[in-house]
Protein backbone atom coordinates (compact mmCIF):
# COMPACT_ATOMS: atom_id res chain seq x y z
CA UNK A 1 0.00 0.00 0.00
CA UNK A 2 1.25 3.44 -0.25
CA UNK A 3 3.65 4.85 2.59
CA UNK A 4 1.20 5.62 5.71
CA UNK A 5 2.58 8.86 7.58
CA UNK A 6 5.54 8.57 9.29
CA UNK A 7 4.43 8.19 12.79
CA UNK A 8 3.83 11.55 14.77
CA UNK A 9 3.25 13.40 11.43
CA UNK A 10 0.51 15.00 10.16
CA UNK A 11 1.79 16.60 6.87
CA UNK A 12 4.36 15.11 4.54
CA UNK A 13 5.84 17.02 1.12
CA UNK A 14 7.75 14.91 -1.51
CA UNK A 15 8.85 15.86 -5.01
CA UNK A 16 9.18 12.70 -7.09
CA UNK A 17 10.94 12.67 -11.02
CA UNK A 18 10.21 8.96 -11.84
CA UNK A 19 10.85 6.72 -15.08
CA UNK A 20 8.32 6.53 -17.83
CA UNK A 21 7.51 2.96 -16.96
CA UNK A 22 6.37 3.45 -13.73
CA UNK A 23 4.03 1.68 -12.14
CA UNK A 24 2.44 0.73 -8.94
CA UNK A 25 3.32 -3.33 -8.38
CA UNK A 26 -0.30 -4.30 -7.22
CA UNK A 27 -3.77 -2.24 -6.49
CA UNK A 28 -2.89 -0.11 -3.23
CA UNK A 29 -4.93 2.23 -0.62
CA UNK A 30 -4.19 5.07 1.75
CA UNK A 31 -5.00 4.26 5.17
CA UNK A 32 -4.45 7.14 7.32
CA UNK A 33 -4.44 9.49 4.63
CA UNK A 34 -5.49 12.50 2.01
CA UNK A 35 -3.23 13.17 -0.91
CA UNK A 36 -2.91 15.98 -3.88
CA UNK A 37 -0.54 14.98 -6.46
CA UNK A 38 0.75 17.88 -8.64
CA UNK A 39 1.87 16.62 -12.10
CA UNK A 40 4.66 18.55 -13.03
CA UNK A 41 5.26 16.25 -16.43
CA UNK A 42 4.03 13.03 -17.49
CA UNK A 43 1.56 11.24 -18.32
CA UNK A 44 -0.82 8.65 -15.57
CA UNK A 45 -3.49 5.92 -16.32
CA UNK A 46 -5.44 5.65 -12.97
CA UNK A 47 -7.33 2.95 -12.35
CA UNK A 48 -10.09 3.09 -9.31
CA UNK A 49 -13.01 0.42 -8.30
CA UNK A 50 -15.45 3.18 -9.94
CA UNK A 51 -13.69 5.08 -12.86
CA UNK A 52 -10.32 5.35 -14.99
CA UNK A 53 -8.54 8.28 -15.87
CA UNK A 54 -5.69 9.67 -17.28
CA UNK A 55 -3.36 12.25 -15.69
CA UNK A 56 -1.38 14.57 -17.33
CA UNK A 57 1.01 17.63 -16.33
CA UNK A 58 -0.68 20.23 -14.99
CA UNK A 59 -3.89 18.33 -13.68
CA UNK A 60 -3.98 17.83 -10.11
CA UNK A 61 -5.33 13.90 -8.21
CA UNK A 62 -6.95 13.83 -5.29
CA UNK A 63 -7.12 10.67 -3.23
CA UNK A 64 -8.93 10.41 -0.15
CA UNK A 65 -8.54 7.72 2.37
CA UNK A 66 -9.52 3.51 1.98
CA UNK A 67 -9.93 4.74 -2.11
CA UNK A 68 -8.29 1.34 -4.06
CA UNK A 69 -6.22 2.48 -7.18
CA UNK A 70 -3.90 1.43 -9.38
CA UNK A 71 -1.79 3.60 -11.84
CA UNK A 72 0.42 2.68 -15.29
CA UNK A 73 2.58 4.90 -17.74
CA UNK A 74 -0.28 6.53 -20.14
CA UNK A 75 3.02 7.59 -22.28
CA UNK A 76 6.21 7.41 -22.98
CA UNK A 77 7.52 10.62 -20.61
CA UNK A 78 9.07 10.30 -17.48
CA UNK A 79 6.91 10.98 -14.34
CA UNK A 80 7.48 14.37 -12.30
CA UNK A 81 5.26 15.86 -9.51
CA UNK A 82 4.54 16.99 -6.00
CA UNK A 83 3.41 14.83 -3.14
CA UNK A 84 0.87 16.29 -0.61
CA UNK A 85 -0.03 13.99 1.91
CA UNK A 86 -2.08 14.97 5.14
CA UNK A 87 -3.88 13.41 7.94
CA UNK A 88 -7.83 14.00 8.50
CA UNK A 89 -6.76 15.58 11.93
CA UNK A 90 -4.98 18.49 10.18
CA UNK A 91 -8.51 19.27 8.89
CA UNK A 92 -10.31 19.80 12.17
CA UNK A 93 -10.40 23.67 12.11
CA UNK A 94 -11.10 23.40 8.29
CA UNK A 95 -14.14 21.21 8.73
CA UNK A 96 -14.92 23.23 11.80
CA UNK A 97 -15.38 26.22 9.91
CA UNK A 98 -16.71 25.08 6.52
CA UNK A 99 -18.02 21.68 7.25
CA UNK A 100 -17.05 18.75 6.56
CA UNK A 101 -19.21 18.60 2.91
CA UNK A 102 -16.19 20.90 1.30
CA UNK A 103 -13.33 18.44 1.63
CA UNK A 104 -15.79 16.21 0.36
CA UNK A 105 -17.09 18.17 -2.11
CA UNK A 106 -13.07 18.64 -3.07
CA UNK A 107 -12.53 14.64 -2.89
CA UNK A 108 -15.53 13.56 -4.76
CA UNK A 109 -13.63 13.41 -8.16
CA UNK A 110 -10.10 12.48 -7.75
CA UNK A 111 -9.32 14.40 -11.40
CA UNK A 112 -8.63 18.18 -11.64
CA UNK A 113 -7.99 20.32 -13.90
CA UNK A 114 -7.51 23.61 -14.74
CA UNK A 115 -9.28 25.93 -17.65
CA UNK A 116 -7.61 29.26 -16.61
CA UNK A 117 -3.78 28.69 -16.83
CA UNK A 118 -2.93 31.80 -14.74
CA UNK A 119 -5.36 29.91 -11.95
CA UNK A 120 -3.44 26.74 -12.18
CA UNK A 121 -0.41 28.83 -11.98
CA UNK A 122 -1.37 30.09 -8.63
CA UNK A 123 -2.40 26.67 -7.39
CA UNK A 124 0.77 24.76 -8.42
CA UNK A 125 3.04 27.79 -7.09
CA UNK A 126 1.47 26.73 -3.54
CA UNK A 127 2.23 23.42 -3.85
CA UNK A 128 6.28 24.73 -4.27
CA UNK A 129 5.62 27.03 -2.05
CA UNK A 130 4.66 24.12 0.78
CA UNK A 131 7.19 21.83 -0.72
CA UNK A 132 10.23 24.53 -0.09
CA UNK A 133 9.24 25.64 3.60
CA UNK A 134 8.79 21.44 4.22
CA UNK A 135 12.36 21.16 3.19
CA UNK A 136 14.01 23.88 4.37
CA UNK A 137 12.73 24.05 7.91
CA UNK A 138 12.16 21.74 10.74
CA UNK A 139 8.78 20.36 9.50
CA UNK A 140 7.82 18.95 13.05
CA UNK A 141 8.37 22.81 14.11
CA UNK A 142 5.08 24.22 15.74
CA UNK A 143 5.26 27.34 13.23
CA UNK A 144 6.64 25.43 10.09
CA UNK A 145 3.40 23.19 10.80
CA UNK A 146 1.08 26.01 10.62
CA UNK A 147 2.81 27.88 8.47
CA UNK A 148 1.84 24.54 6.20
CA UNK A 149 -1.16 24.54 7.65
CA UNK A 150 -2.57 27.62 6.52
CA UNK A 151 -1.12 27.51 3.01
CA UNK A 152 -2.83 24.11 2.68
CA UNK A 153 -6.42 25.87 3.60
CA UNK A 154 -5.54 27.82 1.06
CA UNK A 155 -4.77 25.29 -1.33
CA UNK A 156 -7.93 23.41 -1.45
CA UNK A 157 -10.17 25.99 -1.54
CA UNK A 158 -8.69 27.28 -4.65
CA UNK A 159 -8.98 23.89 -5.67
CA UNK A 160 -12.09 23.54 -5.22
CA UNK A 161 -13.27 27.15 -6.71
CA UNK A 162 -10.95 27.33 -9.49
CA UNK A 163 -10.41 23.48 -10.65
CA UNK A 164 -13.21 21.67 -12.79
CA UNK A 165 -13.85 17.67 -12.78
CA UNK A 166 -12.42 16.07 -15.69
CA UNK A 167 -14.61 15.38 -18.54
CA UNK A 168 -11.86 12.48 -19.50
CA UNK A 169 -13.46 10.24 -16.32
CA UNK A 170 -14.95 7.10 -17.54
CA UNK A 171 -17.03 5.55 -14.66
CA UNK A 172 -17.49 2.12 -14.44
CA UNK A 173 -21.02 0.87 -15.53
CA UNK A 174 -20.81 -0.89 -11.88
CA UNK A 175 -18.18 -0.86 -9.15
CA UNK A 176 -15.24 -3.04 -10.10
CA UNK A 177 -14.05 -5.81 -8.17
CA UNK A 178 -10.12 -5.97 -7.11
CA UNK A 179 -9.86 -9.09 -9.69
CA UNK A 180 -11.52 -7.36 -12.50
CA UNK A 181 -9.02 -3.97 -11.74
CA UNK A 182 -6.37 -6.40 -12.13
CA UNK A 183 -7.29 -7.29 -15.31
CA UNK A 184 -7.81 -3.72 -16.57
CA UNK A 185 -4.44 -3.46 -15.31
CA UNK A 186 -3.14 -5.95 -16.94
CA UNK A 187 -4.55 -4.46 -20.40
CA UNK A 188 -3.44 -1.05 -19.67
CA UNK A 189 -0.43 -2.76 -19.74
CA UNK A 190 0.16 -5.25 -22.63
CA UNK A 191 -2.78 -3.39 -25.22
CA UNK A 192 0.34 -3.07 -27.76
CA UNK A 193 0.62 -6.60 -27.58
CA UNK A 194 -1.38 -9.79 -28.91
CA UNK A 195 -2.79 -10.43 -25.64
CA UNK A 196 -5.85 -12.88 -25.58
CA UNK A 197 -8.74 -12.79 -22.92
CA UNK A 198 -7.39 -15.81 -21.56
CA UNK A 199 -4.62 -14.16 -20.24
CA UNK A 200 -6.91 -11.48 -18.99
CA UNK A 201 -8.96 -13.92 -17.52
CA UNK A 202 -5.84 -15.66 -15.48
CA UNK A 203 -4.59 -12.19 -14.15
CA UNK A 204 -7.61 -11.54 -12.37
CA UNK A 205 -8.19 -15.17 -11.24
CA UNK A 206 -10.91 -16.43 -13.27
CA UNK A 207 -11.83 -19.21 -15.94
CA UNK A 208 -12.45 -17.10 -19.47
CA UNK A 209 -16.51 -17.93 -19.20
CA UNK A 210 -16.79 -16.21 -15.55
CA UNK A 211 -14.02 -13.45 -16.07
CA UNK A 212 -16.24 -12.81 -19.65
CA UNK A 213 -19.37 -12.59 -17.94
CA UNK A 214 -18.05 -10.31 -14.71
CA UNK A 215 -15.71 -8.45 -17.46
CA UNK A 216 -19.15 -7.24 -19.39
CA UNK A 217 -21.43 -6.80 -16.10
CA UNK A 218 -18.75 -4.25 -14.47
CA UNK A 219 -17.51 -2.44 -17.58
CA UNK A 220 -20.61 -2.44 -20.11
CA UNK A 221 -18.15 -3.92 -22.65
CA UNK A 222 -16.89 -6.86 -23.67
CA UNK A 223 -12.95 -7.72 -23.72
CA UNK A 224 -12.67 -7.56 -26.91
CA UNK A 225 -14.50 -3.97 -27.22
CA UNK A 226 -12.78 -2.77 -24.24
CA UNK A 227 -9.13 -3.81 -25.43
CA UNK A 228 -10.04 -1.98 -28.77
CA UNK A 229 -10.91 1.37 -27.46
CA UNK A 230 -7.89 1.29 -25.29
CA UNK A 231 -5.76 0.92 -28.49
CA UNK A 232 -7.50 3.30 -30.22
CA UNK A 233 -7.15 5.58 -27.91
CA UNK A 234 -3.33 5.54 -28.12
CA UNK A 235 -3.64 5.50 -31.87
CA UNK A 236 -5.77 8.66 -31.56
CA UNK A 237 -2.74 9.88 -29.16
CA UNK A 238 -0.34 9.39 -31.60
CA UNK A 239 -1.71 10.36 -34.24
CA UNK A 240 -2.59 13.96 -32.89
CA UNK A 241 1.10 14.50 -31.26
CA UNK A 242 3.71 12.40 -33.81
CA UNK A 243 4.14 12.49 -37.32
CA UNK A 244 4.76 8.88 -37.67
CA UNK A 245 3.27 6.78 -39.81
CA UNK A 246 -0.07 5.11 -39.84
CA UNK A 247 2.13 1.79 -40.27
CA UNK A 248 4.22 2.07 -37.43
CA UNK A 249 1.37 3.28 -35.12
CA UNK A 250 -0.77 0.30 -35.81
CA UNK A 251 2.00 -1.89 -35.32
CA UNK A 252 2.69 -0.13 -31.75
CA UNK A 253 -0.35 -0.42 -30.63
CA UNK A 254 -1.42 -3.60 -31.23
CA UNK A 255 -3.07 -3.47 -34.54
CA UNK A 256 -1.44 -7.18 -37.04
CA UNK A 257 -1.16 -4.51 -39.97
CA UNK A 258 -2.50 -1.06 -40.96
CA UNK A 259 -5.34 -1.81 -43.19
CA UNK A 260 -7.11 -4.10 -39.64
CA UNK A 261 -6.26 -0.35 -38.09
CA UNK A 262 -8.43 1.50 -40.79
CA UNK A 263 -10.82 -0.72 -40.52
CA UNK A 264 -11.67 -0.64 -36.74
CA UNK A 265 -11.18 3.42 -36.87
CA UNK A 266 -13.53 4.34 -39.44
CA UNK A 267 -16.26 1.88 -37.72
CA UNK A 268 -15.86 3.83 -34.47
CA UNK A 269 -15.25 7.02 -35.58
CA UNK A 270 -17.00 7.16 -39.06
CA UNK A 271 -13.40 8.37 -40.64
CA UNK A 272 -9.92 6.69 -41.67
CA UNK A 273 -6.92 7.64 -39.67
CA UNK A 274 -5.37 10.07 -42.18
CA UNK A 275 -8.43 12.11 -42.22
CA UNK A 276 -8.80 12.26 -38.50
CA UNK A 277 -4.84 13.32 -38.81
CA UNK A 278 -6.24 15.51 -40.99
CA UNK A 279 -9.08 16.96 -39.42
CA UNK A 280 -7.37 18.03 -36.37
CA UNK A 281 -4.44 19.93 -37.99
CA UNK A 282 -6.94 21.26 -40.04
CA UNK A 283 -9.11 22.72 -36.35
CA UNK A 284 -5.24 23.68 -34.95
CA UNK A 285 -4.81 26.10 -37.47
Keep these: MPLPLPEGKKIQISYRMLPADYEMPALEVAPDHYSLCFILHGDRRVITPTMTFEAHAGSITAMQPLLYHKTVPASGEYYESILIKFSPSLLEQFDSRLGKNVIEQIYETPLKSFEDPAARERVFDCARDMLRIYDSGDNE ?116 YPGNLSSCFKKKLGMTPMQFRRQVKEQGK
Design 141 to 256: DELTLFRLQSLLYGLLLEIREDSSDDEGVNIHQSALTPPIIEAVYYIEKNYMKNIRIEEAAAAGGYSVSYFSRLFQSQLGLSFTDYLLNIRLKHVKSDLISTGRSITDIAMDNGFA
